[in-house]
């Protein structure tokens, strides 16, 4: 992995994203401040629904009807997305910031050859796309014999080669930052294992940033500098893989980690206890606190931000409180 | 490998050609009357005699599985038969009336789908606004009016009470074209004939728009559905992420995978436009095929009758054919199945 810089790549700060449905107004992100840095590959992770594809789809201005960023500002590289219409923000799209999409078989347009798919993305911007170039990016994603290839249909190629096309095509800009979301969850295991090599491989040798969405805890702690454990459209805790996963101090996060399946006989999972937080409705005090095993009445209070833990950010009123360093526990997960 | 199939599904309308031959001959025995009948019905001082001359003249006193073999054998031989109402060549008629049948036809696909291909995107792009409820209820509309109400309507409207177009026919007198391919706004436009090519436009308005609402009303419907599926496509939203302007993520992306289904239904439109045209070429005093069935209908015409419907029959199955080309064409699915 590549030592991540100083400059900020990608600053978003007090992002709010309202789904305003038949039903009410759901509140899919309520609030989340991160940052990226040049060359850092930052994890997000959370269950299904808590605001992690919505936080990525917001950095594009792609929320899909009926969702609307409602308040808050994100910055790449210094513009401010949230300003960018037409032209700015098509230059914004694929250019400065690229996009893996979960599902290559859905996300490829099965109509276009992989070659016309790819020059289209290069000639959006401007870009030399000569055969020469794409046998090249092709190349550099792993895939045999590119040329034929660029003549070929999605269909007609694997999952995982669909996936390559995916990242050769978001590669081809050159773009400061590439937000993937959940990029090998559609693939089988040794397939997610070159994946995530390949897109190491770019982030040291083109200190492109990346924002991984992503709800394997294990897959995170292997690719990221830094992880954000979101839950109902917060982030609860955000710090190095390292101290995050191997010392969890939000009951959530360490929830996560007692869900995680292991090799050893006879060690139990342990769910957690209740159903998702219910997003249209408008939560008091901590949205985890139904399911907390660790509540206290203050937990009702709002926390307006995350508390600083010394070595990470957390949401959680009873960060400090002496019983809550079990680390031990912790680490018999085996996610250190 | 394409042309296999191409030529497989061509082989294949030939049983379904016999199949209508058979069933529009038993059809037309099926009507009360004969020819005959209908030939003397006015006449009161005929023997029964003279009747069943003309009857053996015709072949008419054969059974019907005789008459139907020699049917079939002279139609192998590209022998459509003679019309006894129109004292003439069965395959003379049918090809002098094709040019207009066809023209009208092509010209009412051309407004169906001049309306309905960009109504049907741009419903679907705007969802649920008023355009595309606006629309949506015209098409409803366009569906539920018969083309004959709407031709009679459009001919009062137009014809009777503005006096802008022509109410009948293809051509004023003195301004047909000199004939090349029998299509009148073509031929006009060979011979640069610029009087006659104005004429003839102005004869094929209003029967093209009294054909053609009702297949742009069900084509707009289908392109708006299959639009509006295929703009919730991952594909589309991936697009966008590319940075790839709208109106090329909606034309290039949403649009090329919409016309997927939208291509089988229209070939089907264009067949049943077919059926339409009879309606419309009567009302209009349309000199096509249409008119030649109704009024072989109503003389019992047998061999014109057959012989047009089997014309009709080859249309459908052509038509369809090429329908089905087109979607293996758009769809690479259907055509490149290997996998690295």
């Not at chain 1, 789809?57 to 792609?62: F, I, K």
């Not at chain 1, 937080?277 to 709002?302: I, M, Q, W």
């Not at chain 2, 407004?111 to 949506?136: C, E, F, N, Q, Y």
Request: hydrophobic fraction near 45%; charged fraction near 20%; include cysteine.
């Amino acid at each position: 992995m590549a030592a991540p810089g100083d400059k900020e790549v990608l600053s978003i700060k007090g992002l709010q994203v309202c789904y305003r449905t038949d039903r009410g107004p759901v509140r899919a992100v309520r609030g989340v401040d991160l940052s990226v840095r040049e060359g850092e590959i930052v994890g997000l992770v959370g269950e299904s629904g808590c605001g992690k594809s919505a936080t990525l789809l917001s950095v594009m201005r792609l929320l899909p009807f009926p969702g609307e960023i409602v308040a808050g500002s994100i910055e790449v590289d210094g513009t401010d997305v949230l300003a960018l219409n037409g032209k700015g923000l098509q230059a914004l799209r694929g250019g400065t910031v690229a996009m893996v999409f979960q599902d290559p078989m859905s996300t490829l347009n099965p109509a276009h050859q992989i070659g016309a798919q790819m020059k289209e993305a290069l000639r959006v911007h401007g870009l030399p796309s000569t055969r020469s170039v794409l046998v090249d990016l092709l190349k550099e994603v792993g895939i045999p014999s590119p040329e034929t290839v660029l003549g070929y249909y999605p269909h007609q190629l694997s999952g995982g080669m669909q996936q390559r096309v995916m990242i050769a095509i978001s590669l081809s800009c050159r773009p400061k930052l590439i937000l993937a979301d959940e990029p090998t969850t559609a693939l089988d295991v040794t397939i997610e294992a070159q994946i995530l090599d390949l897109l190491r491989q770019i982030n040291r040798d083109r200190g492109t940033a990346i924002v991984l969405v992503t709800h394997n805890l294990a897959v995170a702690s292997q690719f990221c500098h830094r992880i954000a454990v979101m839950y109902a459209g917060q982030i609860v805790e955000e710090g190095s893989v390292k101290d995050v996963l191997s010392r969890p101090l939000h009951p959530y996060t360490r929830g996560l980690i007692g869900c995680i399946p292991r090799f050893r006989k006879g060690v139990p999972l342990t769910p957690i206890r209740g159903q998702v937080a219910d997003l249209s409705e408008n939560h008091e005090g901590c949205a985890f606190y139904p399911r907390c095993d660790k509540a206290v009445p203050g937990c009702l209070e709002t926390l307006e931000s995350l508390l600083d833990a010394g070595d990470r950010m957390v949401r959680c009123h009873r960060y400090g409180v002496p019983e809550y360093g079990d680390v031990a526990a912790a680490q018999d997960s085996g996610c250190s | 490998m394409r042309g296999v199939k191409i030529l497989e599904r061509a082989l294949a309308a030939l049983p379904i050609m016999l199949g209508v031959c058979i069933v529009v001959f038993l059809f037309m025995r099926l009507l009360p009357g004969d020819p005959v009948d209908i030939m003397l019905g006015e006449a009161s001082n005929v023997t029964q005699e003279e009747i069943d001359a003309l009857r053996s003249q015709f072949n008419l006193d054969d059974p019907l599985h005789v008459q139907l073999a020699s049917y079939l054998m002279r139609v192998l031989k590209g022998d459509l038969g003679y019309s006894i109402s129109r004292s003439s060549n069965v395959g003379k008629l049918l090809l002098e009336a094709l040019p207009a049948t066809v023209e009208l036809a092509l010209a009412a696909i051309l407004i169906a789908l001049a309306v309905a291909v960009p109504l049907g995107i741009i419903t679907a792009v705007k969802h649920k606004s008023l355009i595309d409820r606006s629309s949506m209820a015209c098409s409803f509309l366009g569906i539920s009016m018969p083309a004959f109400w709407l031709g009679i309507v459009l001919i009062l409207i137009f014809s009777v009470h503005l006096k802008w177009l022509p109410t009948s026919g293809r051509a004023t007198y003195g301004l047909v074209p000199s004939h090349v391919t029998g299509f009148y706004v073509l031929d006009s436009i060979l011979t640069g004939n610029l009087p006659a090519l104005k004429d003839s436009l102005r004869h094929l308005v209003l029967p093209s728009i009294a054909l053609g609402a009702a297949p742009a009303a069900v084509i707009t419907r289908i392109i708006r559905s299959s639009m509006l599926e295929t703009l919730r496509k991952d594909y589309v939203t991936y697009a966008r992420a590319k940075g790839v302007a709208e109106w090329a993520v909606i034309i290039k992306h949403a649009f090329r995978n919409a016309l997927i289904p939208a291509v089988t239904v229209t070939g089907l439109e264009i067949g049943g436009l077919l059926g339409g045209n009879m309606v419309v070429e009567t009302i209009f005093g349309w000199p096509g095929m249409g008119r030649l069935v109704v009024d072989g209908i109503f003389s019992r015409d047998y061999s014109l009758v057959q012989g047009a419907v089997m014309v009709y029959g080859l249309t459908f199955v052509t038509v369809n054919l090429i329908a089905d080309i087109l979607y293996t064409w758009l769809n690479p699915k259907l055509v490149v199945g290997e996998k690295v």
